[in-house]
């Protein structure tokens, strides 16, 4: 396998964020599937940002990063310092010579832009030549890439690059990979397309890292895609006006992180017992609390799972990658209205603000239209029928009094407090979760990678899912990972887990919550590797892990 | 739907004398009114929160979302946005969007959001039974304050001015006639109608007297003169001894709220292909 790794890292207000992201557009057209990790302060100027990009001839993203690096571009010398104790090779060091102090080669950055008349921002393009130069990349790839991705003096980037790509040597030739160049795209714009290709009308969010980059995402897009984008007062409103959408025929997402989500309880418990649907986009970072803003953890999986008062069903599922986060958005969006209950994309720091190698997405496999009221008779909101699900009419539907209801109600959606009906409508509502489980016997629900006939797995969910396939690979391990984990998939993981006789959970929070859920549908556990310093497994540590478990 | 019941069969719990008696029959005399224009009562919607105002949505015969406590504005946003042909009404109490949900009858006033905000204002939390609310006077002694509230109520009126509601009313629930034009007016305003409408509990606020010796009608007012609205608003404080005008204070033209284009129906094939077309710009 061709592995490989280039960081770039300067101070936040530098732009590593989009250097990075041209740096991974050359690896992309080098024929390597990617993955970039963005690591950042929770601050506007100032403080250490790094991107790290991996790159591997595979086909499929690494959804991971790794710490020993190829190549390191230093705009500051923080990043010399921090980094360069991992650098395989100090040759292949490239730095702006005007600000930092180290081996390797220097690109004069001030001296090219006043020669060249180029605004100071444009000194990143000098160092991505620079780089360009050092790893043998040819100019050709360059120039398309700057062409595509520098929308603005695409020409002038140009030039500033070409003088670094002319001063330095090439150290070490990065050989050309065997994969088309494939869309880069993050894991909450991946999210967005999904819920697009679902049928999404309105996404409505409050900001919140690492979820804002959905509403960044859908905002700046919603003419191309035909939909509403709204930033409300608070998450209270966010989640009701998305209620209203419902009520009134239109599909709603909405988005957050675990302390918007704390104040979106009230009304889930009201989509619970109103029976509205409603997409909620999750992206976990480190809590409790305001915590770690721009790190990431899986800790929020319990709360999710029982957040709202009393009891109803609900749907959650963890994509792994952007390819799953696409499919499984817009299959979430089809969920909550086929079955009218609230579904989870549980996401993290890591898959929301990770950009990823990507295919072009087929058709995302959904059944066929979700029939509504037939217009016949009286229109009862809550009709009682085998599968719990009422048929669905939107206010304002010609000939239907639609009472959507809060209390308890009856079938016609008028509160009541008369015991037989409350214990019918709470059998209806349960029933929902058999007809939600019949329509996700479709699809596939836990993955199954590494060494699959493997006696020792490791189980995962979300996001480490790159990590631990890498992981697994390395030391011949079985890697099962539910996709869905509400409801529970109890028949498909323990199939997953056939012949296993040792499971080892890895999860990043403090105590397996995962592993938990697994042990009360009596799936042993047996070992628990649990990161919660914000920072996410990447293969090598995970490796050192693993094999202190199994020693 | 016509010649429809415009009552449910739902059994009616309001204590007797409570005020909302008179804003259902008035809202059942509008919606008997636009049936007689040949306006079809399934484009209307009645939004509700949690408290005795709240039960209407039980009531009436209308499609309805009874929502929770000070939330009934954020669901009407969204109903009104997602089919802007729907007339809206929230009808809300004042514990409910005072309190609880202040925060969004603020802002659908600054968006001037095309709805009609009636709020049951009997100063006093009726279904938790008595405690004070944002509009109860200083002093009020209820449940949770029985040695008087220190607090001064605010003027929900003055608030309403400044959050840049346009179309601000007070009405009284013994003075119908008038109540009912002011709604009518209220639903026929192109943006954020308010109307503060006060009405007594008979369990826990019965302040007949006070009103009856107090009220007057608006008269020789200029709606459109900001000033003028402001200061007729801030006659009354909602505590003291003052005279309380009802009618219409303030009413301007401003461009409603209308953020987007969910009503661009695409077909599943459309948004595949601009998803590609997306994807495209990445590679």
Known sequence: MNDISVIIGGKAGDGINSAGAIIAQLINHLGYSLYLYFDYPSLIRGGHNYAIIRGTDRPESPGTHALDTGFLLALDQATVDQHAGRQQDPAAIIFNADLVRSAGQGVPVKTILQELQAPEIMGNSALIGGFAKAAGIGWDVVEGVFRSHIPKAADTNLRVARRAYDLLKTVKAIPQGNNPPRPLVTGNEAIGLGLVQGGLDAYVSYPMTPSSGVLHFLAAEKDRFGITVLHPENEIAVILMALGFAAAGKKAAVGTSGGGFCLMTEGLSLAGMAEVPVVIVMSQRTGPSTGLPTYTGQADLRFVIHAGQGEFPRFIVAPGNAEEAVVWSARAMDLAWRCQVPAFILADKTLSEGTYSMPFPGDPGLPGAISGWDGDGEYRRYAITPGGVSPLAAVGTKGAVVKVNSYAHDEDGITTEEAGTVLGMAGKRTAKEESLRRELARYEQVRVSGSRDSSTALLVWGSPAGACTLAGEALGLRVVRPVVLWPFPGDALRAALGGVNRVIAVEENQTGQFADLAAANGIAVSDRILKYDGRPFVPDELVGRITEVLR | ?283
């Open chain 2, 1 to 283: 739907m016509t010649g429809r019941e415009l009552i449910t069969g739902a059994k009616n719990t309001w204590c007797p004398g409570c005020g909302n008696f008179t804003i259902q029959h008035t809202l059942k005399n509008i919606l008997a009114l636009r049936e007689k224009e040949g306006t079809s009562l399934d484009d209307i919607v009645l939004v509700s929160g949690i408290g005795c105002h709240a039960k209407i949505a039980d009531y009436l015969n209308i499609s309805s979302f009874y929502a929770l406590h000070g939330r009934t504005i954020p669901v009407a946003t969204g109903i009104k946005l997602a089919n802007p042909d729907l007339t809206v009404i929230c009808c809300c109490g004042d514990g409910d969007c005072y309190a609880e949900g202040l925060d969004h009858l603020v802002f659908a006033a600054k968006r001037n959001l095309d709805i009609t905000v009636i709020v049951h204002d009997n100063r006093v939390y009726g279904l938790t039974t008595g405690q004070y609310t944002p509009t109860s006077p200083l002093g009020f002694r209820g449940r949770s304050t029985p040695s008087g509230t220190p607090e001064s109520p605010f003027n929900p009126l003055e608030l309403m001015l400044a959050a840049g509601a346009t179309f601000i009313a007070r009405g009284y629930t013994r003075k119908m006639p008038q109540l009912e034009a002011m709604i009518r007016a209220g639903i026929a305003h192109r943006g954020f109608a308010f109307l503060d409408v006060l009405q007594i509990c008979a369990s826990f606020f019965p302040a007949t007297d006070y009103y009856s010796q107090r009220i007057y009608d608006l008269a020789g007012h200029d709606r459109a003169d900001f000033s003028q609205a402001c200061d007729r608003i801030r006659e009354w404080d909602y505590s003291g001894d003052a005279k309380i005008a009802l009618g219409v204070f303030y009413e301007k033209d401003a461009p409603v709220f209308s953020p987007g284009s969910a009503n661009n129906p695409r077909s599943p094939g459309q948004r595949a292909a601009a998803v590609l077309d997306f994807l495209k710009t990445r590679v």
